[in-house]
């Protein structure tokens, strides 16, 4: 089989550890590393979630600590949503393990020179990690074939009514990425909203009983009873998209386009401005993927899931 290799970049993060749970199943998948990044909550509790998912997963990938900080901001964490520890208080106990010496940003373009341009960068999280490495490295864009990413939005937002998350914690290192020339695709609250999950469809998670989809329960479980707080039919599963839609993009609609960062604006800082409703008449520098088929992006989750035995 034809394995292409794979960093998750990522800010563990309840829906982060279900899209690593997820990975970690993904059989076309070679995971080289895991990278971590200030977001939902401090790096150093990033790094601490993203290694209770290694543990879960039971594969020994190494784990790449990153970004304290946005690249000219101050950071921004999402407690209400994920909680002080950014697993909403869920327990998950292993033994502790050493961080890697090497920084995030530069493992990027270690593994990216290794695996001769074939490397996909699944980003997650607020993309600090990556604004680094094309910064620091002339030739980053030649060593990595593409990045996937969880973030922005063609129409709203989740921080506020212009600006995803991940794009406004960091929107100058977002810009940086969607101007860098390496192809950029974007699954933002356009498609992730569409792949939610129903209560009934977690339950069967939970009968599947094993210690990795009882983790997945509970994580995802804690931002299901926010989602139907919020009157939405099921919680949006925003960083396994990404991760689905990297491994096979069949089941999800793209369209090439152009995508830029507001990086100024007072109320629309943070807004992924693209030409997908519009006159077309930017450089097409990224794809965005805008619809899923929700019960076959819900099938493919459990059967991953499944695997766990
Ligand atoms: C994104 O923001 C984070 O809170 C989630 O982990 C996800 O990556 C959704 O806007
Ligand atoms: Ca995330």
């Known amino acids: 089989m034809n394995r292409f290799p794979v960093i998750i970049d990522c800010d563990p993060g309840v829906d982060d550890v279900a899209a690593l749970l997820l990975a970690r199943q993904i059989e076309t998948m070679d995971l080289k590393a895991i990278t971590t990044v200030s977001g939902n909550v401090e790096v150093e509790k990033t790094t601490a979630n993203a290694k209770k998912a290694r543990h879960a997963m039971g594969i020994d990938v190494p784990i790449f600590a990153g970004a304290k900080k946005p690249m000219f901001r101050e950071a921004k964490h999402a407690y209400h949503f994920h909680g002080e520890d950014g697993l909403s208080g869920v327990v998950y106990e292993c033994p502790d393990s050493p961080t890697e010496e090497e920084k995030a940003w530069d493992a990027m373009y270690r593994i990216g020179k290794?695996?001769?341009g074939e490397l996909t960068i699944v980003a997650v999280g607020p993309m600090t990690n990556l604004g680094l490495a094309i910064a620091k490295y002339n030739d980053f864009a030649s060593v990595v074939k593409r990045v996937v990413i969880m973030g922005g939005a063609a129409i709203g937002g989740n921080v506020t009514p212009c600006a995803e998350f991940n794009i406004y914690a960091d929107p100058e290192a977002a810009d940086i990425l969607f101007q860098s020339g390496i192809p950029v695709y974007m699954c933002g609250l356009d498609v992730t909203m569409k792949a939610y999950m129903t209560r009934d469809e977690l339950e069967e998670i939970k009968g599947m009983n094993t210690p990795q989809t009882d983790f997945f329960?509970?994580?995802?479980?804690?931002?299901?009873?926010?989602?139907?707080?919020?009157?939405?039919?099921?919680?949006?599963?925003?960083?396994?998209?990404?991760?689905?839609?990297?491994?096979?993009?069949?089941?999800?609609?793209?369209?090439?386009?152009?995508?830029?960062?507001?990086?100024?604006?007072?109320?629309?800082?943070?807004?992924?401005?693209t030409d997908l409703y519009s006159d077309?008449?930017?450089?097409?520098?990224?794809?965005?993927?805008?619809?899923?088929?929700?019960?076959?992006?819900?099938?493919?989750?459990?059967?991953?899931?499944?695997?766990?035995?």
């Open 114 to 116: 290794e695996s001769g």
């Open 280 to 309: 077309k008449q930017w450089e097409h520098n990224a794809y965005i993927v805008t619809d899923v088929d929700r019960e076959a992006f819900i099938a493919k989750v459990k059967e991953l899931m499944a695997k766990y035995k």
């Open 217 to 273: 329960y509970d994580v995802t479980n804690e931002g299901l009873i926010k989602y139907i707080g919020f009157g939405h039919p099921g919680v949006a599963m925003h960083d396994p998209v990404a991760v689905l839609y990297a491994a096979d993009d069949s089941i999800f609609k793209t369209e090439h386009v152009g995508i830029r960062v507001e990086t100024k604006g007072e109320l629309t800082l943070g807004k992924t401005v």
